[in-house]
């Protein structure tokens, strides 16, 4: 494992690299979100179509909170409920920030702010996928990540075995002004979970959730 993980990862996505990392659901991929050489490497590296959406990782909940100064009082009050954690909110991005991770529709971004005191430190939002072959199983352990991608990688960061369950993906777009939410995907938080942090916001009951 690298001595200081956080600097290893920093400076790899700084000089336009492809990392393999540890979040706190499963082993992730990473570039610079804004640097489209890189971008498009990792996509090859997975044999991801290249107009399919990633989320934005930042490292540290002020971090993401500071990058979206337009965020509603609600939405950054939610945030701070959520975040860290296990889940990735898509968020209205009228600012249509990051546009080579929100593929089609750049007035959406995903946003990821993982659990991982290891690397708090990285000071740079990423471009972040599991790392997986598109459509293969999660890897909750390095050597279960694909041979191909690992060799392809800049760096490979080892933290051991994770969760191995994906983050919970929620829709947000809605809720600053109509106080509206919908669970996307379930995983590694609960849409209990959800809804109590969404509860103490004062905020309804969830839209019909999607599978």
Not at 74 to 86: A, V
Not at 164 to 193: K, M, N, Q, Y
Request: overall charge negative; proline content about 10%.
């Amino acid at each position: 494992m690298n001595d200081d993980p956080a600097h290893a990862l920093e400076t790899t996505i700084r000089a336009g690299g492809v990392a393999v990392f540890y979040a706190d659901t499963v082993y992730g991929l990473a570039c610079d979100p804004e640097d489209p050489d890189a971008v498009r490497r990792l996509y090859e590296l997975k044999g991801r179509p290249p107009r399919k959406p990633s989320a934005v990782m930042w490292f540290s909940r002020g971090a993401a909170l500071a990058a979206l100064p337009e965020l509603g009082g609600r939405t950054r009050g939610l945030l701070e409920q959520l975040l860290p954690g296990g889940v990735t909110l898509l968020l209205p991005n009228p600012r249509r920030r990051f546009p080579l991770a929100c593929g089609p529709d750049p007035e959406t971004l995903g946003v990821r702010v993982p659990d991982v005191p290891a690397l708090a430190a990285v000071d740079r939002p990423v471009l972040q996928s599991s790392a997986n072959l598109a459509g293969g199983r999660d890897a909750r352990r390095l050597d279960e990540v694909p041979e191909s991608i690992l060799t392809g990688a800049d760096l490979v960061l080892d933290g051991g075995v994770l969760a191995g369950v994906p983050s919970t993906v929620v829709d947000l777009r809605g809720f600053e002004t109509r106080g509206e939410w919908t669970i996307v995907r379930e995983g590694l938080v609960s849409a209990s979970s959800i809804a109590a942090a969404l509860g103490t916001l004062g905020s309804p009951s969830p839209l019909e959730s999607r599978p």
